[in-house]
């Protein structure tokens, strides 16, 4: 079976400050990677695809990066935080039919300050 | 562009009972796929049940069934036999057919609460 998991739980960071989120899934070979962003209380908004390792496309700018070093592994990143970046990050992970569902992860809970 | 409208805040039914969601949707894509997804209360997105646009026959998994309304664009969820666990944020979600990125368009959520 498939697991993704995402790390940290939880962050807490001043605004200005760097951030990296990570997300590895385990169980599955070449899976296209998600980055999805929620709003407190919003609705959940893509950020970022990969379908292979070394290859993301950005759907919104909102002073974020990503990168895929890893087939299993989704990275999240920015030099400098903004307070608009505070939200949920999700990472999900789908097969490479574009039908096929979109699994996400648990989260990444940050907080900027 | 696609949009994907819950236009139910909240709901809050007794357990046991049968409760449906609403769920409409606009796109301009022949074939699409729509889903439906419950967030709990750690935040945990978890997939629930799906229905291509192409397929007649109503999805059901478990206690969850659609109601599919193609005319209408309308994605119902209906949830029967209600319990407490089932109290979440439910999203609908579309994603159009011949793209590779993975784009899910979401509503806005509908909040159950389940009560004793």
């Known amino acids: 079976a498939q697991t993704i998991h995402q790390w940290p739980v939880a962050e807490i960071k001043a605004v200005g400050s760097p951030l990296s989120l990570g997300c590895t899934i385990k169980g599955k070979s070449s899976p296209n990677l998600y980055w999805y962003w929620q709003a407190t209380g919003g609705t959940l908004q893509q950020l970022f695809y990969?379908?292979?390792?070394?290859?993301v496309e950005s759907v919104v700018q909102l002073n974020l990066s990503a990168s895929r070093p890893k087939d299993d592994q989704f990275i999240l990143s920015t030099e400098k935080l903004l307070l608009s970046h505070s939200g949920f990050y999700l990472c999900?992970?789908?097969?490479?039919?574009?039908?096929?569902?979109?699994?996400f992860g648990s989260g990444t809970r940050l907080t900027v300050l | 562009a696609q949009k994907v409208t819950q236009t139910q805040t909240s709901i809050s039914v007794v357990e046991k009972t049968t409760v449906t969601m609403d769920c409409v949707y606009e796109t301009r894509d022949s074939s699409y796929f729509l889903f439906w997804y419950k967030q709990t209360a750690s935040g945990e997105i978890v997939f629930l049940i799906r229905q291509d646009s192409y397929k007649k026959e109503n999805a059901t998994v478990g206690h969850y069934s659609l109601n599919f309304q193609k005319p209408k664009s309308s994605i119902g969820l209906i949830i029967t036999a209600t319990q407490i666990e089932d109290s979440a944020v439910y999203f609908c979600?579309?994603?159009?057919?011949?793209?590779?990125?993975?784009?899910?368009?979401f509503g806005d959520g509908t909040v159950l609460t389940v009560k004793p």
């Open positions: 979600a579309m994603r159009e057919d011949g793209t590779n990125t993975g784009k899910l368009t």
């Open positions: 990969s379908i292979t390792v070394g290859q």
């Open positions: 999900a992970w789908s097969t490479r039919d574009n039908a096929e569902t979109l699994y």
